[in-house]
């Protein structure tokens, strides 16, 4: 058991230390004898809010400050798509997996939802 434990630590010797360069998001081994990364480069911007985000954003907080469920807060929002443009999103299929939020984003109707929302819920 010794022996497989000593062939085992000369087999992995040589210690790495994974750096990550921000600009091109690749990974470079370097040896443990050098300094550890050196972040020179510029930091990358988070990516900037996508209307589904914003949308989410806009519920979660209308809920959180209301003291409403968010199962009523899209009722509410899917109701007011139907009255307003004649979209029932219920009537598309979608698996099990999939939110009505995901169906409404594969059919490009987050614009609507997003101006319901915002002139509704806030």
């Known amino acids: ?12 010797k040589r210690v790495f230390v994974v750096c990550i360069d921000m600009s091109s998001r690749q990974i470079k081994p370097q040896h443990a004898s ?3 990364c050196d972040v020179s ?8 809010e996508t209307i589904r985000m ?3 954003r806009m519920v ?3 809920c959180r400050i ?3 469920r968010q199962r009523q807060a899209w009722r509410t929002v899917y109701s007011r798509l139907y009255q307003l443009y004649h979209i029932s999103i219920q009537n598309y299929g979608r698996s099990k ?3 009505w939020l995901d169906v409404a984003e594969h059919y490009g109707h987050l614009d609507k939802i997003y101006a319901i929302v ?5």
């Open 1 to 12: 058991m010794q022996n497989r434990l000593l062939n085992r630590l000369s087999i992995h």
């Open 97 to 99: 997996r999939e939110s």
């Open 60 to 62: 979660n907080s209308y």
């Open 34 to 36: 050098r300094s550890p």
């Open 54 to 56: 914003k949308i989410v």
């Open 118 to 122: 915002s002139t509704e819920l806030n």
């Open 66 to 68: 209301n003291k409403v």
């Open 41 to 48: 480069g510029s930091v990358t911007q988070p990516p900037e």
